[in-house]
């Protein structure tokens, strides 16, 4: 029996952190507002993502100026156990290309 749930339930392969991510890995100069245009994400969600990202040691930020300039931490292990193995370099590889 189809109720149309199917199509009420949408989901996407890559996380809102992901994509945030991919995009710092493609431009580690890039802005806040860009990347919320990028991403399709507010720039308040931009900032709390990066936030979470800081914290889990993902990724680090130097100010330069009024900018940031940010740095993928590449030699980190995702963090979910059944996705344990490849590093965030290898995983980011793959989404880069």
Known sequence: ?????????QWTFLTNH????VQIARDPGIRVRDLAT????????????IVDL???????HQ?????NHYTVID????????????????LLAVLLR
């Open 63 to 67: 100010r330069n100026g009024r900018t």
């Open 75 to 90: 030699g980190k292990q995702l963090r979910h156990p059944a996705d344990s193995g490849p590093t965030l370099a290898e």
């Open 38 to 49: 990028r991403c399709l994400l507010t720039e308040r969600a931009v900032q709390r993502i």
């Open 18 to 21: 992901a994509r945030v991510l």
């Open 1 to 9: 029996m189809d109720d149309g749930s199917a199509t009420a339930r």
């Open 54 to 60: 800081e914290e889990a040691g993902y990724l680090s």
